[in-house]
């Protein structure tokens, strides 16, 4: 019996063209990265009927393309742009060009085979995109304070002008962001539910909501390995390594760790566990992360239980 051949696709996105190849084929070919070439891009993939197809995330540049392909009911997916690189290397592809950044793409598809991730809806869109405009936000205001530190006089004023222009728009940032939140029922149920452990105030709550939706549905253990807060091993032989955390949601991990800060001494349970791990030796790197991956887990399992905080859980 004839098998229907597996076709998969690789893209390399830019932000002027889209290259595209397919796997063991001599087929590739470039289109602008525009609406009216999108459109064209996904009838003739649709008659190709692909097994999957593939592009790097590069900053927000593929997005247009990754939902006209998954709206047409294509399998699409966006990946790390780190795991892209270390198979170019492992395959010994070393030149650099659009054309061969979407074979190397084409080939990960088939032989890595990611699984396909439904896109996110409009609304977690619009709460991830005020998330980092205050994230933007507050990194603009503190390398302005640190300029105001050593600037010489003259330039003072301007400096506190705009010190003070960007503590009102995050101010302002800070009231759409919670806004936002409670116009969603369900949100106002997760975030009243994460805020109930000591330690979470509203922007990590918030945080968690947009960029971990996963938060409940997952085991310990993946839900860790997906905010990057999970231990890996660096054995080899009779060596045995440090482990070390690595990948993940930076943003996740960021909105962990500044939770983390007052837990230690709002939140008896993590408290209690930080100061077990440095009486026993442990660096400060080293406890806090385990801090942040048990704190994680504790709201792993109050989401899917739907259950408030309670220290003698923790």
Known sequence: MNQ???IFVGIDVSGNFLDLAIYESSDAWRVPNDASSIDQLVQRLTALNPT???MEATGKLELAVLKA????????VAVNPRQMRDFARATGRLAKT????ALVIAHFAAVIQPTVRPLNDEQTEQLQALLLRRVQLIEMLVA?????TRAHHAARASLREHIKWLDQQLHIADHDIDSFLRASPAWRQKEDLLRSVPGIGPSAAATLIAFMPELGSLSR????????????????????????VQ?????????????????????????AFYDRLRRTGKPFKVAITACMRKLLTTLNAMIRNSTPWNSTDA
């Open 98 to 101: 659009d054309r061969i950044d």
């Open 144 to 148: 302005e304070k640190n300029r105001l």
């Open 221 to 244: 253990r993946q839900i860790a390995s997906l905010a990057g807060v999970a231990p890996f091993n660096v054995d080899s032989g009779s060596h045995t390594g440090k482990r070390r």
């Open 69 to 76: 392909l998954c709206h047409a009911r294509l399998p699409a």
């Open 52 to 54: 999957l197809i593939v």
């Open 4 to 6: 229907t051949p597996q």
């Open 247 to 271: 990948g993940g949601r930076a943003i996740v991990r960021r909105a962990l760790y500044m939770a983390c800060v007052p837990a230690l001494r709002f939140n008896p349970a993590i408290r």
